[in-house]
T-cell receptor
Framework: DADVTQTPRNRITKTGKRIMLECSQTKGHDRMYWYRQDPGLGLQLIYYSFDVKDINKGEISDGYSVSRQAQAKFSLSLESAIPNQTALYFC???????????????FGPGTRLTVL | GESVGLHLPTLSVQEGDNSIINCAYSNSASDYFIWYKQESGKGPQFIIDIRSNMDKRQGQRVTVLLNKTVKHLSLQIAATQPGDSAVYFCAENFRGAGNMLTFGGGTRLMVKP
């Protein structure tokens, strides 16, 4: 979905390097999410943010940090990358669910990260 | 922390046949469900949703069935085409858990020509 963009799309780095993955959205959504996907596996939630001042850990937050710079921007950092962080990383956004509405998430195209 | 991942189950169907992809959800209080399609190298895309007050919803070539008694969701794809080859994820929405989606493990659909 072009409304959710991720940069870079591909990144190769070395163990110990600091890496930042960026996500921007033009959907005007309050909520943003970072997921990790390993080859052949499902989605694991790393961090999520319900608004600019709200940051929450997901199921696999160790080794990662995030920053919600604005409603439209949510970045994911690996302070000291390690090889087992090699994976696909997806950003997603959703509108705050109102009465009778669910948390429909819209995903970006993903960032393929390789840590050597 | 560590999490144990299970490799995706695979469903292989002949082109033109109907496909049925199943999902067992975890929370009986979940009130909204979504099916996503993820093609190779792309992000998951919304296919169809259903609310807990319904047991069936139809889209274009797709039907979602919800059985709340056994906490089961299925996605039926009619006349499966090669372009349907992808990984399919179900997701449930539970208002008590921050009112956000929880994703299932996914199923890989392979369409044989």
């Amino acid at each position: 979905d072009a409304d959710v963009t991720q940069t870079p799309r591909n990144r190769i780095t070395k163990t110990g390097k600091r890496i930042m993955l960026e996500c921007s959205q033009t959907k005007g959504h309050d909520r943003m999410y970072w997921y990790r996907q390993d080859p052949g596996l499902g989605l694991q939630l790393i961090y999520y943010s319900f608004d600019v001042k709200d940051i929450n850990k997901g199921e696999i937050s160790d080794g990662y940090s995030v920053s919600r710079q604005a409603q439209a921007k949510f970045s994911l950092s690996l302070e000291s990358a390690i090889p087992n962080q090699t994976a696909l990383y997806f950003c997603a956004t959703s509108d705050s669910p109102g009465l009778g509405k669910g948390d429909t998430q819209y995903f970006g195209p993903g960032t393929r990260l390789t840590v050597l | 922390g560590e999490s144990v991942g299970l490799h995706l189950p695979t469903l292989s169907v002949q082109e033109g046949d109907n496909s049925i992809i199943n999902c067992a959800y975890s929370n009986s209080a979940s009130d909204y469900f979504i099916w996503y399609k993820q093609e190779s190298g792309k992000g998951p895309q919304f296919i169809i949703d259903i609310r807990s007050n319904m047991d069936k919803r139809q889209g274009q070539r797709v039907t979602v069935l919800l059985n709340k008694t056994v906490k089961h969701l299925s996605l039926q794809i009619a006349a499966t085409q090669p372009g349907d080859s992808a990984v399919y994820f179900c997701a449930e929405n539970f208002r008590g858990a921050g009112n956000m989606l929880t994703f299932g493990g996914g199923t890989r659909l392979m369409v044989k020509p």
